[in-house]
């Protein structure tokens, strides 16, 4: 094996990537959580992230600091440039992406591993509105887009968060510890 995974955790706005993700890396330690830079506001709860002004983020890119970045919802996003150092050194690393950020990490990650979270619409419309972000059009504009299929040619893992988080990690933590092997 050369170098660690990217696992690219992908999919609809409220699927539960970030729960998902944390109960991934709590039951297996090899995998490591990477903390995206976000051009958000400090404090909005969900997942753990850097806050930065869009001038900082500007400087960020400007400076080469990260390996990967994209916009998506009217916010940009970017993976910080030292987990490629991780990868190198043998890391398994979860990464939360946006789908239109696929085809460029494809290029940038030798490892890339797409996991893929689904979960049905009326489910997807309660996490939208009970995690307080979003108004009611955000979340119509959201569900829309929940759909959106995947780029092609991509290695693609899928697993269902409709019932039991437990489930979800467990189904996902199987099937890529199956591929460590």
């Given at each position: ?6 696992v ?18 709590a ?39 990260f390996c ?6 009217g916010?940009?996003?970017?993976i ?7 990868l ?5 690393c979860?990464?939360n ?5 696929l085809?460029?990490a ?10 893929h ?5 009326e ?29 092609p040619?991509l ?18 933590l ?8």
């Amino acid at each position: 094996m050369s170098g660690g995974r990217l696992v690219a955790v992908v999919g609809p706005s409220g699927v539960g990537k970030d729960s998902v993700m944390a109960g991934i890396a709590a039951a297996a330690p090899g995998f490591r959580l990477v903390r995206r830079c976000i051009t958000r506001a400090p404090g909005l709860g969900g997942e753990d992230y850097e806050p930065l002004t869009p001038a900082a983020f500007a400087a960020r890119v400007a400076s080469g600091g990260f390996c990967l970045h994209w916009e998506a919802h009217g916010l940009h996003y970017g993976i910080p440039a030292g987990v490629r150092d991780e990868l190198a050194a043998g890391t398994d690393c979860l990464a939360n992406l946006s789908r239109s950020a696929l085809p460029r990490a494809a290029q940038v990650f030798e490892r890339l591993r797409v996991l893929h979270v689904t979960a049905a619409p009326e489910v997807l419309a309660r996490r939208l509105a009970a995690r307080g972000r979003e108004s009611g059009p955000d979340i119509r504009n959201r569900l829309a887009q929940a759909d959106k299929p995947l780029p092609p040619g991509l290695d693609v893992l899928r697993v269902s968060n409709d019932g039991a988080l437990d489930d979800t990690v467990a189904a996902a933590l199987a099937a890529l510890q199956a591929e460590r092997v």
